[in-house]
């Protein structure tokens, strides 16, 4: 299977594969799009986003803890969350928001699964 290079991409599918790279919250995407999206509705970036859960190149998790081999807490990227789940936790705004509390657990971040991890970057 061939896959295109990212500068192919839509420039908003290039700023959710960014993202994934870098195991990064969802609302990290936002630094990463181009105008009108970055100032825009995540409603609008729904679509975008699933389009490339649905290709296999994305996964969306929940950060949970992961205990460092010296004990101290950290984070991790969560099992993915099945994609019937995505598109009600895609459309509420709060997920979309860093954290008031600048709690990360649960958050929604993105990952490369392998097919993803294929990607020419």
């Keep these: 299977m061939s896959y295109p290079a990212t500068d192919e991409l839509h420039s908003a ?18 630094g990463d799009l181009d105008e009108p999206l970055a100032s825009g ?4 970036l729904v679509p975008i986003l699933l389009s490339l859960v649905d290709r296999g190149w994305i996964e969306v998790c929940r950060v949970i803890p992961w205990p460092a081999p010296d004990g101290a807490a ?7 969350i099945p994609k019937r789940a995505l598109p009600t936790l895609l459309l509420d ?5 860093y954290p008031h509390s600048g709690e990360w657990l649960g958050c ?6 392998e097919a ?5 970057r």
């Design 116 to 120: 993803g991890q294929q990607i020419p």
């Design 74 to 80: 950290g984070y991790q990227a969560g099992p993915s």
């Design 13 to 30: 599918e290039r700023a959710f594969m960014i993202n994934a790279t870098e195991i990064d919250v969802l609302p990290g995407v936002w």
């Design 41 to 44: 509705l995540a409603s609008d």
């Design 93 to 97: 705004a709060e997920n979309w928001e």
């Design 108 to 113: 929604l971040t993105l990952t490369l699964p």
